[in-house]
Structures are given as structure tokens and as C-alpha cells.
């Protein structure tokens, strides 16, 4: 899966439909969330880990590529 870097000529529709989820849901939200929190939004089983961590790892990657940040206490949150 290619998450393109987020600059200003790349447009959130060239994400993959499940990364616009998350972003999706993570904007829905009330505030930051953790990634468990993201999963029970998305209807992931959030209490088996193998299915936990595939989520964590793309929430890491749309931060490092700065489509959303990761705030010291672990929760996630659109960028500004």
C-alpha cells in the first residue's frame, strides 16, 4: 500500500480507500483518539491484537507522512 507524502498538489483522494477511513474517522472525532479508539469506529475486533496492529501501523504511517500527528501520550489527531 502506497500512502503518498501529503503536500500541497496531493489531494486526500490519492490515499487508499482505507487510509480516507481513517483520516475520516479520526477527524469525526471528538479529539484526539487512540488507535483502539479508531478500531471501534472502524468496526475492527480491537480486542485481538493481530488485528489492532495492522491499524496502529497505517495510523504510523500517515503520520510520518504527515497526513496526521501523533500527539506524546500515543494519540492521534488531524493535522492543523
Known amino acids: 500500500m502506497l ?3 501529503r503536500t500541497s ?7 487508499p480507500p482505507d487510509c480516507q477511513r481513517i483520516l475520516a474517522t479520526v477527524r469525526q ?3 484526539p483518539v ?4 479508531v478500531g471501534e469506529l472502524l468496526g ?3 480486542s485481538v491484537r493481530a488485528k489492532l496492529e495492522p ?3 497505517k495510523l504510523v504511517r500517515l503520520v510520518d507522512r504527515g497526513w496526521l500527528r501523533k500527539l506524546p501520550d500515543g494519540r492521534f489527531a488531524t493535522r492543523l
Not at 498538489?9 to 490515499?15: N, T, Y
Not at 487512540?34 to 479508539?37: E, L, Y
Request: proline share 4%.
Open 3 to 5: 500512502i503518498p507524502h
Open 9 to 15: 498538489d496531493v489531494e486526500e483522494s490519492l490515499l
Open 29 to 31: 472525532a471528538a479529539g
Open 34 to 37: 487512540m488507535a483502539r479508539q
Open 44 to 46: 475492527v475486533d480491537v
Open 55 to 57: 491499524l496502529r501501523g
